[in-house]
């Protein structure tokens, strides 16, 4: 048993194909040119609405997305398709989510300084599931040679957040000794390409973190959780209805509930606020003064949000440093923002500073924790 758990090491899987507005916004601008023009008499006649272009400035501004990275560059901006293309692999290989999952372990094993062997939990934390079953994490755990146990998890965003507080307190409670979590996210498999609303938001991605006992790790860098905090309040604003029981209705199959869905404005105008009284509520009870705290790693999903919980924490503007932005390039990865703000910008924090890595979005779903550089 043990009171002092760590993150030894971190890891990234970046996609080699990136997505420019541009380029995505050209796509969809000819498929609503193509729409309109192929529905001109309906529309006309009043029987069907014209779909509106979309824009670069539009998304830069209200998100601060410029690019995103992707599985498959192709299949997205065919006008045509408009669907990444993702073929399927034989059963005996390995499958599409748990390959870029290895990759992002892989690097999160070496800095840990382990290999797959040592780790005895893994935690697959997603916004969604390649398919039912074998869960992911067990391919995954196979995959790299690891023992005990594993099983996928889902919070939407916050998943990542929610998985370190279960490893965290598997190794504290002596079920685990050595967590893997992973958090692969193919986020374009569904999303909605022909939705003006959303479909400049989400990019693909794998994240991996190792969290052990202080005692155990052998790493040169360690962050110390220190605490964490989780909260879920119900919302419709943030929505996909895909599932098994799909088939159960044949009127509802492909239609566009079964993709991501949300209520951008009101998602921003609810979840911000929780957020930043969650972590100002964390630092108070934890004895933290704003003053104290180095980094806020956010999740990355909106520039403004980020901008607006940050003063919400700090009571000022925040530097690019203490709340590093990492969506311009990325897009929102789901879980997998936040840890990524926090894999490529951890390096610079002394021994004994704080900073909070915290996630947020459907569910309602909001994780923060708490970790100091050791
Ligand atoms: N181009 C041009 N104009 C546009 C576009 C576009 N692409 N899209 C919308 N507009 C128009 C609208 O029609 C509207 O026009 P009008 O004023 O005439 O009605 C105007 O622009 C303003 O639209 P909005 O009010 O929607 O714009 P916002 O300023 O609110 O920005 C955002 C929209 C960027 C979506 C913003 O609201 C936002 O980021 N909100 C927070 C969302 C968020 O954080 N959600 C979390 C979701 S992620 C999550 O929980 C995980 C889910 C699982 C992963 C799923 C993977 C697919």
Redesign the pocket.
Known sequence: MTSRVVISGTGLYTPEQSISNEELVAAFNTWVDRFNADHAHAIARGEEEAK????VE??EK??GIRSRYVLDKAGILDPDRMVPHLPERPNEALSVMADIGVQAAKEALSNASLEGKDIDAVIVAA??MQRAYPAMAVEIQHALGATGYAFDMNV??SSATFGLQQAADSIRAGSARRVLMVNP?I??G??NFRD???????GDVATAVVIESAEDANSQKCYEILDTRLQTIFSNN?R?NFGFLNRGDETGVGAVDK??V?E??K??KE?CPAVAQQINQQLEDFGVSKDQLTRMWLHQ??Q??NDLIARKVLGRDPTATEAPTILDTYA?T?SAGSVIAFHKHNDDLLTGQLGVLCS???GYSIGSALLQRV
Do not use: K, P, Y
């Open positions: 509106a272009h979309s824009s539009f998304i209200a998100s916004s969604n939407a965003c996210e986020c374009t569904h999303l003006r609303d959303s479909h400049f938001i989400f943030i996909n993709l991501f949300q951008g404005r998602v921003f979840v999903a909106n403004n949000m929102n789901s947020f979005g459907a």
